[in-house]
């Protein structure tokens, strides 16, 4: 079946460091894959999404690239800033599942000041 | 803007009640899905809806059932609630249309069952 992995939390950051979160997935035939963000107290929000291999999704500062070879889609971005702090899901869509997605467990990002 | 509303933000119900979760999405939209997040555990799907009076079984449906006898609103139900449905509940909805049409979630309601 589907499985998303990212690292687990929490990641503690000063503002204007370096993100990377990690997210390898496993999945029958070419997933679409996507990073969500959840602030607190809020519902889930799309970040950015990849469609097919070598494609890089990008918004806000962040992006991610579709890697076939590694199954995998990291989620970078050059220097967080506090507002940036939430709950981050990877996520996959397989074809044919009725649009169904598989989440990952989520990391927890807290940029200090 | 899409806009997805869950009728309550916090809801305490005690064993054994029948409880309803409601969903509104505003944006015309053909599916809908119902999930749970509990910490440590991600998002898990309980139940989705791909046309009104059509529903599909999710990862974990037990203690659940969903009603959706209008577009615009899907309906989950805890038939006798249980100590361990305590949880957040998001519903979300899309489009059709495959992966270019994301999902739009609600801001999720907080149930606590005592």
């Known amino acids: 079946g589907n499985s998303v992995t990212q690292m687990e939390g929490p990641v503690t950051l000063s503002e204007e460091a370096f993100l990377t979160i990690n997210c390898t997935y496993t999945?029958?035939?070419?997933?679409?894959l996507f990073w969500y963000v959840q602030y607190p107290g809020e519902g889930l929000q799309l970040l950015l999404k990849?469609?097919?291999?070598?494609d890089k999704g990008s918004n806000k500062g962040f992006e991610a690239t579709y890697r076939k070879e590694t199954t995998s889609f990291h989620l970078e971005k050059g220097s967080v800033q506090v507002s940036d702090s939430a709950v981050y899901f990877c996520?996959?869509?397989?074809?044919?599942?009725?649009?169904?997605?598989?989440f990952g467990k989520g990391t927890l990002l807290t940029v200090n000041p | 803007d899409v806009k997805v509303t869950q009728s309550s933000r916090y809801l305490v119900k005690r064993t054994g009640e029948k409880v309803f979760l409601e969903c509104v999405q505003d944006?015309?939209?053909?599916?809908m899905f119902w999930y749970r997040q509990d910490p440590g555990l991600g998002l898990r799907l309980i139940y989705f809806?791909?046309?009104?009076?059509?529903?599909e079984k999710g990862d974990i449906p037990e203690g659940y059932s969903v009603s959706r006898e209008k577009k615009e609103r899907f309906s989950l139900i805890l038939e006798s609630a249980s100590t361990n449905q305590t949880s957040m509940y998001l519903c979300?909805?899309?489009?059709?249309?495959?992966?270019?049409?994301?999902?739009?979630f609600g801001d999720g309601t907080r149930l606590s069952i005592l």
């Open positions: 979300a909805s899309s489009l059709s249309g495959g992966s270019n049409q994301p999902q739009h």
């Open positions: 999945a029958t035939g070419y997933p679409s």
């Open positions: 990849a469609t097919k291999a070598d």
């Open positions: 996520a996959l869509e397989s074809g044919g599942s009725n649009y169904k997605l598989t």
């Open positions: 944006m015309d939209h053909e599916n």
């Open positions: 809806s791909y046309d009104v009076k059509m529903k």
